[in-house]
C-alpha cells in the first residue's frame, strides 16, 4: 500500500535487533486517517469471507483491528497479555515469545468471546517471526473457531513468519513488506496491496 510505504520511508527509524521504530504514527502518536485507511483496505480484502469477528493482540494491535471491524460491521476482541479482575476465570491461555520485549507472557482470551460458530480475522500492527499471531491462531483452535485470514500492516519479510503461516496454508495480506532492512536501507517487496 503505497499510503503506508510513503509514512515508513518518511517517518520510520531502523532500531538495533530488527526493530522498525513506527511510533510517530502508528504505535504511540496513532495516524488516525492512516489506520482508517488501513481498515478499509483489510475490509475489501476480506468482506466476503463472511467474517463474525476480528481478533488482535494489546495493545498496538487495537487501533488497526477497530479500524478494520468497524469497517467490516463486526465486534473486535482483543487477546489480553495480564490477568485482571476485569476477567473471567473462564479463559484461554496461550503461552507467546514477545519479539519487542523478549519476554515470554501469557495470551489470554475470555472463553465466551470466540466460539465455534466464528469466522475470524487476525490483524496485527507487525508480523516478525509469527509468534503474537501463533498465541491467535492458538486461541481460535482451542475455541473451535475457523481463520478466513490474517491482516498485518508492516510484515518484515526477511524475519520468515509471515512465510511460514502461508506454507501452513493460511492467508496472509500485508500492506507493506519489508524484504531488507538497515540503518541506510528500507527495501519493499514489489506488488503488496
Ligand atoms: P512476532 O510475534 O511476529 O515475532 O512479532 C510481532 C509482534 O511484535 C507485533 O505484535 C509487534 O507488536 C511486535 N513487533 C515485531 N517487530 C516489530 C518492529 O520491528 N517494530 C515494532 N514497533 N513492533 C514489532
Known sequence: MQLLEDMILKYGKVRGGNVLKVDGFLNHRLDTALIC?????????????GI?????????GIA???ATAEKLKVPLVFAKKTMSSNISDEVYKVPVHSYTHNNDYMMLMTKAYITSDDIVLLVDDFLANGCALGGLIGICE?????????GVAIEKGFQGGGDLLRQQGYRVESLAVIDKMDENTLEFRANCK
Not at 463474525?52 to 495493545?59: G, I, P, R, Y
Not at 475455541?143 to 478466513?148: E, F
Open 37 to 49: 485507511e488501513l481498515g478499509q483496505e483489510f475490509c475489501k480484502l476480506f468482506e466476503k469471507e
Open 52 to 60: 463474525t469477528k476480528v481478533l488482535t493482540v494489546e495493545s498496538s
Open 64 to 66: 488497526i483491528a477497530y
Open 142 to 150: 482451542a475455541a473451535g473457531a475457523k481463520i478466513a485470514g490474517i
